[in-house]
Each structure stands twice: as C-alpha cells, then as structure tokens.
C-alpha cells in the first residue's frame, strides 16, 4: 500500500505515529510520506518540512504565518500528486490538511481520503459537514456521537474507531477508597492565553477553599511548554498547589484525586475517564464570547457532558466562572452527598459509552478501516 499522511499539529503526530505502527502491522511493504511530527520520525516516517511551520493556533499567529502556510499547503498538494498513493490520510488540522486534499483533488479526482479526527461540525460551522463530502471519502470519529451528527448534516461516510484515551483507563482509573482523603486538582489550562485567563479565579477559588476546609491539599499537574507559565502564574497565588510535572505524575494525581477544577478541554475526558468528580470553568475574550454565542450550536462545551448526553460536569463560563462560585461547585463535591454521587453514577457510565464493541484499540479501527478503503476486497 502507498499511503501519504498530512497532519499539522503534535496531538496529530502522536495519533499518526500509533496508525503507522497499525498499518505496518498489517501491510510490512506499505509505503508511507508526508507531513509528520517528532513522534512520526521515531517510527522512520520522514516528513515533507518541519511540522513546526504549520503547527499554529489563533487568528493572528496565523495571519503573521499565512505565506508560509499557504506555500507548504501548495506544496504538500503538489507532493501528493507526485506520490499517486493508494489513499491520503488527513489527521485533524483541517484548516491545512483539507486545504490540501482540495487541491490534490483537482488533478486527481479519484483519489481516496480519509479524515482522521472529525472537524467539530457537530458544536459549529455545521455547514462544513456537507462540503466535507467533496473531498472526503471517510471520516475516523474519536467521539462515539460524531457519526449520527454527520448523517444528520449531511456529511460523509463516519465511523467511531474510539479515542486513544480508552487505550488507557488502567493508568486514569483509581480506587474510590483512596480517594476519600486525596488531593483537590487544579487544571488551569494547556495553553498559555487559557491559564492566563483563568489564573485568578482558579487563585480565588482556592483561596476559599482553604479557608473552608484547612486540611484539603491541592495538585496542579503540568507538562510540556505551558510547565513555565503556570509556574510563574500561580507565584502570587495566595494558595500554591504543589506542581507535579509529566504525564506519568499527572495520571498518578488522577488515580487518587478526591475532585477536580478544571478548565475545559481535553483533560475533562480524562479526568471523566478517571472518575473523578470535577467541576469545569472557562473564559473566552469579549468578542469571542459574541461571535461563539452565534454560532456554537451545543449545550455545553465538556466533551464528557457531549458523550454522555448529559451534564455530569457542571460548567461554569465567563462571568460565572468566578472564584466564589467555583469554590463553592467544589466543595459539594469532596464528600459522599448528593451532587457527588451523581456526577460518580454519570461517570460510570462514559467508559462503556466510549469502549469499542470489538474490543479494538484506536489505531487498529483506524488501520483496517484505512486499509479497507484504500485496498477494497
């Protein structure tokens, strides 16, 4: 098999990486080029240009890059032209990565693609769901909702192949048992515009908490570039939570956490995965706000809440996300009451929601699913 693969960001390169063993397991000959990261390299995957050219997020970090974006968009088309490959894998960035398959589509209309990480149609710019069906043959959902949504929309062919976080429930799950005196966690955020936005509740917040319960203890697991920014943000916090660094530590916090506050994100899946019972806030600029509250098309943001078609997570955004609020959300939860036993019977839940019937792992879906498509019988 000749299987070009285009991602633009390290969340993608870490999936690329685990499909490229899955593939290689099943077809050793297969040939492989594109666009990957670090953790694709390690593999042997050689990548067109540095994924640090395209990895970009906000409007202006983009328009400062747009000439380069647009060059390497161009050029990954023109790669994929050259390559003919059996099929074009696209993981997630959709902003750059369909951007590519439209153009290579134009010179070869019979190609075969497959989008690896749903676009979020489902929450806004629903739109681009049906448009997807121009250029994309096949869409691997993480979300076990993401399906329906696209038949709803009108989008291309969708299938759940499940989210790599269901490889790992061994390492997120804990004991409740030894969670009854275990620590408060403290997520503020993965990116520095979100810790900074989110800093000074988060403190509040914490400051109460102390005042009403003298012997909780508090934990902010940190990793990779953001580790520097939340060190120097939580320095004037009246209240410093012990900063624990790396995943390894990180998922050892979530084993024997008593509850969570947390900005919302990916890290409200694990820590729902984990059973922990968590409250989720969040703070957007003003003219996001506006803008978001036109377009967003879901009742919550926390992606747990989503899958669960409930709201297990109580979320708190803008101005409600303040320290008084969060502080008091938290406290309902560190003992055995009412809204703690909801949220641990809702949570129980999600696991089962999210396992794949076949008892497959992520990247073996994703891999026949591929193969299928690219090699049909």
């Given at each position: 098999?000749?299987?070009?693969?285009?991602?633009?960001?390290?969340?993608?390169?870490?999936?690329?990486?685990?499909?490229?063993?899955?593939?290689?397991a099943?077809?050793?000959?297969?040939?492989?080029?594109?666009?990957?990261?670090e953790?694709?390299?390690?593999?042997?995957?050689?990548?067109?240009f540095?994924?640090?050219d395209?990895?970009?997020?906000?409007?202006?970090p983009?328009?400062?890059?747009l000439?380069t974006?647009?060059?390497?968009?161009?050029?990954?088309?023109?790669?994929?032209?050259?390559?003919?490959p059996?099929?074009?894998?696209?993981?997630?960035?959709?902003?750059?990565?369909?951007?590519v398959?439209?153009?290579?589509?134009?010179?070869?209309?019979?190609?075969?693609?497959v989008?690896?990480?749903?676009?979020?149609?489902?929450?806004?710019r629903?739109?681009?769901?049906?448009?997807?069906?121009?250029?994309?043959d096949?869409?691997?959902?993480?979300?076990?909702?993401?399906?329906?949504?696209?038949?709803?929309?009108g989008?291309?062919?969708?299938?759940?192949?499940?989210?790599?976080?269901?490889?790992?429930?061994s390492e997120?799950?804990g004991?409740?048992?030894?969670?009854?005196d275990?620590?408060?966690?403290?997520?503020p955020?993965?990116?520095?515009s979100?810790?900074?936005?989110?800093?000074s509740?988060?403190?509040?917040?914490?400051?109460?908490?102390?005042?009403?319960?003298?012997d909780?203890?508090f934990?902010?697991p940190?990793?990779?570039?953001?580790?520097?920014?939340v060190?120097?943000?939580i320095?004037n916090?009246?209240?410093k939570?012990?900063v624990?660094?790396?995943e390894a530590?990180?998922?050892?916090?979530?084993?024997?956490?008593?509850?969570?506050?947390?900005?919302s994100?990916?890290?409200?899946?694990?820590?729902?995965?984990s059973?922990?019972?968590?409250?989720?806030?969040y703070?957007?600029?003003?003219?996001?706000?506006?803008?978001?509250r036109?377009?967003?098309?879901?009742?919550?943001?926390?992606?747990?809440?989503?899958?669960?078609g409930?709201?297990a997570?109580?979320e708190f955004?803008q101005?409600?996300a303040n320290?008084?609020?969060?502080?008091q959300?938290?406290?309902?939860?560190?003992?055995d009451?009412?809204?703690?036993?909801?949220q641990?019977?809702?949570?129980?839940?999600?696991?089962?929601?999210?396992?794949?019937?076949?008892g497959q792992?992520?990247?073996d879906?994703?891999?026949?699913?591929?193969?299928?498509?690219a090699?049909?019988?």
């Amino acid at each position: 098999m000749n299987c070009f693969i285009v991602t633009g960001e390290p969340s993608g390169d870490a999936l690329g990486a685990k499909l490229l063993a899955a593939l290689r397991a099943r077809d050793p000959e297969a040939r492989f080029s594109g666009v990957g990261g670090e953790a694709m390299a390690r593999s042997g995957f050689v990548s067109l240009f540095p994924l640090s050219d395209i990895s970009v997020m906000g409007i202006l970090p983009v328009l400062r890059r747009l000439p380069t974006l647009l060059r390497r968009i161009d050029e990954t088309a023109r790669a994929v032209v050259a390559a003919r490959p059996d099929v074009l894998v696209l993981i997630d960035s959709p902003d750059f990565t369909h951007r590519v398959a439209k153009k290579a589509r134009k010179t070869l209309p019979d190609l075969k693609v497959v989008d690896y990480v749903s676009p979020t149609v489902w929450a806004w710019r629903p739109g681009r769901a049906k448009k997807m069906r121009r250029i994309i043959d096949l869409v691997l959902a993480l979300l076990p909702f993401e399906p329906a949504a696209h038949q709803r929309l009108g989008g291309p062919k969708c299938l759940y192949v499940g989210h790599p976080l269901i490889e790992r429930l061994s390492e997120l799950r804990g004991d409740e048992v030894l969670r009854a005196d275990g620590p408060v966690l403290v997520l503020p955020g993965s990116r520095r515009s979100v810790v900074a936005r989110m800093g000074s509740a988060f403190a509040d917040a914490l400051a109460r908490l102390a005042v009403l319960r003298p012997d909780l203890e508090f934990v902010l697991p940190v990793a990779g570039p953001v580790e520097s920014v939340v060190r120097a943000e939580i320095e004037n916090w009246p209240v410093k939570p012990r900063v624990v660094s790396g995943e390894a530590e990180k998922f050892a916090a979530f084993r024997t956490a008593r509850a969570a506050l947390a900005a919302s994100g990916t890290v409200t899946l694990e820590l729902a995965l984990s059973g922990t019972p968590t409250v989720v806030a969040y703070k957007v600029p003003k003219i996001e706000e506006f803008i978001g509250r036109r377009l967003i098309q879901v009742p919550t943001i926390v992606l747990p809440n989503l899958i669960l078609g409930e709201n297990a997570f109580p979320e708190f955004l803008q101005d409600e996300a303040n320290g008084a609020t969060l502080a008091q959300a938290v406290a309902a939860l560190l003992d055995d009451g009412p809204e703690r036993r909801r949220q641990l019977e809702a949570l129980a839940k999600l696991a089962e929601k999210m396992l794949l019937p076949s008892g497959q792992t992520p990247s073996d879906a994703a891999a026949d699913a591929i193969i299928a498509l690219a090699r049909p019988a």
